[in-house]
């Protein structure tokens, strides 16, 4: 299996970022880590290896992309207006470098949007946000609203609200979408979620299955047993779904 190490200075960003490759044909994955993750966390837990046969076979190309969670949702000195700015910046740096660095490494015309955890928070995010990109979203383990206080999971917005973050909170700008052009490339995505029945962030995801299924965009919603929200299960579900 071909395996390549990328780094290289962001415009968007202003810092080095760095990504992992793992396959050499197929449709495209983008790959999200979780909260506390990084681009290498994919292949440590083991989910790389969980669906080996699929990169070798040339089904799948994985780009494990590096997360910037503590410039943006996590970081607690700064004021949420600017936490919400830098995961802008962010998507930028999706938008205007990897996915032209994907596209032009391998020019089959699907990529998949994926994630686990808070990871899958940005799957769905831009997927739902730039669905012209994307053929298929697998989000695993997700939250859609990252204003909730759920358990002892917090709002990341301390209570914070603007247009940005409306504007990046699935949960919220959906059901106010009208644009027929953006609706109709939903509508012809694949979408995938899957949740634990004892995630605390379950009733949030059948909140956004039901938003899906008001604006006539098909989906599987798929519940697991348990919490269902570590790599033991992602490494059941990736085979599956991806």
């Not at 880590?33 to 994919?42: A, H, I, Q, S, V």
Request: aromatic share 14%; glycine share 6%.
């Amino acid at each position: 299996m071909i395996r390549e190490y990328h780094k290289w200075w962001s415009d968007k960003l202003q810092r080095d970022m760095e990504l992992l490759v793992f396959g050499h044909a197929g449709a495209k994955v983008l790959v999200f880590p979780t909260r506390d993750g990084r681009f290498y966390e994919y292949e440590n837990l083991g989910i790389v290896q969980a669906i080996k046969h699929k990169i070798e076979a040339g089904h799948l190309q994985l780009y494990c992309v590096d997360s910037i969670y503590s410039e943006s949702f996590y970081c607690g000195w700064a004021h949420p207006s600017g936490r919400i700015l830098r995961h802008i910046a962010y998507e930028q740096y999706l938008l205007d470098e990897v996915i032209p660095f994907m596209n032009k490494k391998n020019p089959h015309e699907c990529i998949i949007s994926h994630g686990v955890s808070l990871g899958a928070y940005h799957a769905a995010n831009i997927a739902f946000r730039h669905p012209h990109l994307f053929k298929k979203l697998a989000a695993f383990s997700g939250r859609y609203d990252l204003t909730l206080s759920v358990e002892n999971f917090s709002d990341l917005l301390d209570g914070f609200y603007n247009e940005d973050i409306y504007f990046n909170t699935p949960s919220h700008f959906l059901p106010n979408l009208e644009n027929e052009e953006h609706l109709q490339h939903l509508r012809a995505m694949d979408i995938v979620l899957v949740i634990g029945a004892e995630d605390p962030f379950l009733q949030n995801n059948q909140e956004l299955s039901t938003i899906l299924a008001d604006k006539q965009i098909n989906h599987q919603l798929i519940v697991w047993d348990g919490r269902a929200h570590r790599g033991h299960y992602w490494r059941r579900m990736s085979p599956l779904y991806l």
